[in-house]
């Protein structure tokens, strides 16, 4: 158990680390941005024509503007780790709470084309693995070039023109139903299917050809049967991996993705964020990402370890 | 497979994969010059036209030439990718042979703020820096080199201990040749013929996230007419003008495809193993 117990100590430094390092950046951004602080607030709140000095005055001291920048950064630091991330100078409204509300829309996109993703990558990538160099198996290849040198906002473009703006079958943007989650889930899917295949058919290809597998067909099962009880279980270490990085993957998919199709994911919010220079919801938009970052490579971390019992034996030892 | 690991880089083969680049290159530094008319001179009178032997691509929602503006956008969407990259390169190469040569101290230092930085996902990196400093060519560079340097340096790090190890280098150690010769002689070709199929594919991932930055509106803003930018202008009026959409999307597409390709050839050469 000491071995999982290190990995996950090692992910929460990672998650710390990135959170400490999102936070400093933030905060010499802020400080390091010319102008006026206090002013930059005042006219988010109130609206730039309406902006006076008494006002920037109020905010300066509200704020503790005024107050020398290494007990500012040691108080923004110290209501971080309070799990304070105070409140949106747009609406005004505390971040965890915008946060929680965008971050329930993301998840539900990024799960659905994740799932929807391996719906269609997990059978390609198999069949092309089972006969390398064969038709299928360029076929795949050719797809799998084509699609990773399509950025996603292009894909997404390509999916509306011809689904909402020719055909008319689905709504081009937005979120009201479930129509509208159809075609950013398709894009997502299809940015990710991607890199998927490939090491998906790596793995295939790698598992048919380990001595194992000649031994369970020596032993007289059917080649059918011996990838389904020894061939894919192996083949799903590589793959389990490859889930976590992927998510990398995933992030700028979705920001990208909820821009175009308007969808009041955590990405849109984080890109109207940086447009409005909403400092405090940056910050803690970055800070969910990388949390979800670190999270999504522990479990990963974790599912290798429960595949393949090899790799916690020799972590023991 | 065996006979390619043993045999030295052949350059006689290199062109396959050269073409490719010298064109996407020549296209990048000639677009401006191609362009029929100036990309900013704006027509009201002629917004979002259909393709004519006037205007091939048709024009744009203020009446500008479509045709010259992915034209003269070319410098910007390929070469700041390619800058971008041999700047990352050149700090992850230096970074890497670094902590290959240097003490413990050093390379645990190098090597961790590498997977620190590896750890933090690499848009949004750029995102912020382009975000908070506004849009222009220097936040949005400095962001991506950021985000992408961690990669080279892990490489040249692996491949520069690997040779180090090696026997010629023994012998050249051994001969009296100081470390910086022996470093630039025999350890930088081999991390630098390492890292050149990697740098290949990483101008194509450049590309795609200068796009998708401009397209946020958050890397270079309109009038410039970068690629991305050119279709976040464009996106409001998708139905009414699909080629003027298409060509800067198109573009992207094929510089990209193109780069990938020639990584994966030059990755085939230069290990013998298959890059997929």
Request: hydrophobic share 55%; proline share 6%; glycine share 10%.
């Amino acid at each position: 158990m000491t071995t999982i117990a290190r990995i996950i100590l090692s992910r929460i430094g990672q998650a710390l680390a990135t959170a400490a390092m999102l936070a400093t950046l933030c905060f010499a951004f802020v400080h390091a941005l010319p102008g006026d602080l206090s002013l930059r607030v005042a006219a988010a709140r109130v609206g730039d024509e309406r902006v006076t000095s008494e006002t920037a005055e109020r905010i300066r001291r509200e704020e503790g503007l005024d107050r020398p920048l290494i007990v500012q950064y040691g108080q923004w630091m110290g209501n971080l780790a309070r799990g304070d991330l105070g409140r949106s100078l747009l609406s005004g409204k505390p971040v965890t709470a915008e946060l929680a509300y965008h971050t329930k829309f993301t998840l539900q996109l990024g799960l659905i084309g994740w799932l929807l993703s391996y719906v269609l990558a997990l059978p390609l990538g198999i069949w092309a693995g089972m006969r390398p160099g064969g038709a299928v198996d360029r076929a795949t290849e050719a797809l799998a070039v084509t699609l990773a040198s399509l950025p996603a906002f292009l894909v997404g473009i390509g999916l509306i023109t011809l689904f909402a703006l020719t055909l008319r079958w689905l709504p081009p943007a937005g979120f009201r139903t479930f129509a509208h989650m159809v075609l950013p889930a398709f894009t997502l899917a299809l940015s990710l299917v991607a890199f998927s295949i490939p090491v998906i058919r790596n793995a295939v290809v790698e598992a048919r050809s380990a001595f194992f597998m000649t031994y369970a067909r020596v032993k007289g099962l059917s080649p059918v049967s011996a990838l389904r009880h020894h061939g894919l279980r192996n083949a799903a270490i590589p793959v389990v991996t490859f889930a976590a990085l992927q998510f990398a993957f995933v992030i700028d998919g979705f920001v990208v993705i909820e821009t175009l199709f308007n969808y009041p994911g955590l990405g849109e919010l984080l890109v109207k964020a940086l447009v409005a220079r909403d400092v405090p919801v940056i910050m803690g938009a970055g800070l969910v990402i990388g949390f979800a970052f670190a999270l999504v490579s522990l479990l990963a971390d974790l599912a290798r370890l429960w595949l393949d019992p090899r790799e916690l034996a020799e972590a023991r030892a | 497979m065996t006979m390619l690991l043993e045999a030295r880089p052949t350059r006689s083969r290199l062109p396959g994969a050269i073409w490719p680049l010298a064109a996407l290159a020549a296209f990048a530094a000639s677009g401006p010059f191609l362009a029929p008319y100036d990309p900013d001179a704006q027509d009201l009178l002629r917004v979002m036209e259909a393709p004519s032997w006037h205007h091939l691509l048709g024009t744009d929602h203020v009446g500008r030439d479509v045709l010259s503006r992915v034209l003269a956008g070319a410098p910007q969407s390929l070469g700041l990718a390619a800058l971008c990259v041999a700047l990352a390169a050149s700090i992850g190469v230096m970074l890497g042979l670094s902590a290959a040569n240097g003490g413990r101290f050093t390379r645990a230092a190098i090597m961790r703020l590498a997977d620190l930085m590896l750890a933090f996902p690499g848009l949004l990196l750029a995102m912020l820096f382009a975000g908070f400093l506004g849009g222009g060519i220097w936040p949005m560079l400095i962001g991506l080199k950021l985000a992408l340097w961690p990669q080279y340096a892990r490489m040249a790090e692996a491949v520069a201990t690997g040779v180090l190890r090696e026997g010629h280098v023994e012998a050249a150690r051994l001969a009296g040749f100081p470390e910086r010769v022996i470093l630039l002689r025999h350890v930088l070709p081999a991390v630098l013929r390492a890292i050149l199929p990697l740098a290949t594919f990483g101008v194509g991932q450049a590309i795609m996230s200068i796009s998708a930055l401009g397209f946020l509106g958050l890397g270079l803003k309109p009038p410039t007419p970068e690629w991305g930018a050119t279709i976040n202008e464009l996106l409001p009026f998708l139905s009414e003008g699909f080629v003027q959409m298409a060509a800067p999307c198109l573009l992207i597409f094929v510089s990209v495809l193109l780069l990938t390709l020639a990584g994966r050839a030059l990755a085939t050469q230069t290990t013998g193993l298959n890059h997929d």
